[in-house]
């Protein structure tokens, strides 16, 4: 091998490590609470102690979630819409999922768990996501297009699996409360992954226009991108998520102790949650229309909010099953009204193909009345 050879290679490592520095110290942060977690956590009533360990978890989690959207990102640029917001949300999904589980396994039975999640991650997604989106994307043009087929596909998915998992759930409550039966959570989960796979099968087949910007197609299909491009990618994502699993089983510790010990609220942890989730989307979808992709935004957000729906419903009602713990999943009171009034924005938001800063507004009045309403309850 030649000198300017080996030069190469170790001038490529060395760029490839300043880039990808977080994944060292995720694995590290790992390997620390594999090794001493116990002892870490056994001094979380020191305000001081229990502050840094929440704060250099949910900081090490949230880092590396946004690394696994930024490697998304990129394989998106290669593999063209859907298929880009499609690993997008599948991945941070997954993320979800694993979340929730490591929650529900640890200490005492949560049954809202899953339901303040889900609720959490629609709210924030389908008025704050959105609603900075449109405020940014419209603050320097009157307005912004978008293909109004794919938004009506997306709604027309999410406003029926919305209602049937938490509302209706509400009004079916039996005499042990809203743990919905063994048939009603079949039933439910097979409605929400046929209806999932059902628009998987139209957003990748024949219908991918659907979610593709007007007129950009026929560009998308010009782009040629060599397979030894996507590889890295591949592996540094399923890299960065491989701690990211048991780093957030680790963050079950801190989140069981606020709710069980200082008496929290028990939507804390479906906020953190949420939180832990969405953001990394909110960065991408709000890039994207910022610079006038408005289409990528909507595969993002409407996207993620369908994929949580359809796919980490069935996913706790399975892992509930199995661990018997039950879940309550119906929604009470103002939230039961917030989440219906958000659908019906929604509609009226994406119904005609253009958005404008009005509507970007009245999202985010909506996400700031459900953040006051959090801290009432």
Same mark, same amino acid.
């Given at each position: 091998m030649s000198g300017d050879s080996i030069l190469s290679e170790k001038t490529g490592?060395?760029?490839?490590?300043?880039?990808?520095?977080?994944?060292?110290?995720?694995?590290?942060?790992g390997v620390i609470f594999f090794l001493f977690g116990d002892t870490l956590f056994e001094h979380l009533s020191n305000p001081i102690w229990f502050a840094a360990i929440? *704060? $250099?978890?949910?900081?090490? %989690?949230?880092?590396?979630?946004?690394?696994?959207?930024? &490697?998304?990102?990129?394989? @998106? /640029?290669r593999l063209t819409e859907p298929y880009?917001?499609?690993?997008?949300?599948?991945?941070?999904?997954?993320?979800?999922?694993?979340?929730?589980s490591a929650v529900m396994t640890h200490g005492e039975n949560n049954p809202t768990l899953a339901r303040d999640t889900l609720f959490a991650v629609v709210m924030i997604i389908l008025n704050g996501m959105v609603g900075l989106s449109l405020l940014l994307g419209a603050?320097?043009?009157?307005?912004?297009?978008?293909?109004?087929?794919?938004?009506?596909?997306?709604?027309?998915?999410?406003?029926?699996?919305?209602?049937?998992?938490?509302?209706?759930?509400?009004?079916?409550?039996?005499p042990d409360g809203q743990h919905p039966a063994a048939?009603?959570?079949?039933?439910?989960?097979? *409605? $929400?992954?046929?209806?999932? %796979?059902?628009f998987l099968l139209l957003q990748t087949g024949r &219908?991918?226009?659907?979610? @593709? /910007?007007?007129?950009?197609?026929?560009?998308?299909?010009?782009?040629?991108?060599?397979?030894?491009?996507?590889?890295?990618?591949?592996i540094l994502l399923f890299s960065y998520m491989?701690?990211?699993?048991?780093?957030?089983?680790?963050?079950?510790?801190?989140?069981?102790?606020?709710?069980?010990?200082?008496?929290?609220?028990?939507?804390?942890?479906?906020?953190?949650?949420?939180v832990l989730v969405a953001t990394p989307?909110?960065?991408?979808?709000?890039?994207?229309?910022?610079?006038?992709?408005?289409?990528?935004?909507?595969?993002?957000?409407?996207?993620?909010?369908?994929?949580?729906?359809?796919?980490?419903?069935?996913?706790?009602?399975?892992?509930?099953h199995i661990i018997g713990n039950p879940v309550t999943l119906g929604l009470e009171h103002e939230n039961l009204v917030m989440l219906l009034l958000t659908l019906a924005v929604s509609i009226i938001t994406f119904s005609s193909g253009r958005t404008h800063l009005l509507q970007g507004a009245v999202h985010l009045v909506l996400f700031l009345a459900y953040v006051l309403l959090l801290f009432q309850q």
């Open positions: 490592f060395a760029a490839l490590l300043r880039q990808e520095w977080l994944l060292p110290v995720s694995i590290a942060t929440f *704060i $250099s978890l949910f900081g090490v %989690v949230l880092a590396s979630a946004l690394s696994v959207v930024r &490697h998304a990102e990129r394989l @998106a /640029e880009g917001t499609l690993i997008l949300t599948l991945t941070i999904t997954s993320i979800e999922v694993m979340a929730i603050w320097r043009r009157p307005e912004q297009q978008h293909n109004l087929q794919g938004a009506n596909a997306y709604l027309g998915l999410i406003v029926p699996m919305a209602t049937l998992s938490l509302v209706m759930p509400t009004f079916l409550a039996g048939p009603r959570q079949l039933i439910l989960g097979i *409605i $929400s992954v046929g209806l999932y %796979v059902t &219908h991918r226009h659907f979610f @593709a /910007e007007e007129g950009d197609t026929g560009a998308q299909h010009e782009v040629q991108r060599s397979r030894g491009e996507v590889l890295p990618h591949t491989a701690p990211v699993v048991f780093l957030v089983e680790q963050l079950a510790h801190p989140i069981d102790y606020v709710i069980e010990t200082l008496n929290a609220p028990t939507a804390f942890g479906g906020v953190v949650m949420a989307e909110a960065i991408s979808a709000v890039r994207a229309s910022v610079a006038n992709h408005l289409q990528r935004a909507i595969n993002i957000f409407l996207g993620s909010v369908l994929s949580t729906i359809g796919l980490t419903v069935p996913a706790m009602l399975a892992i509930s």
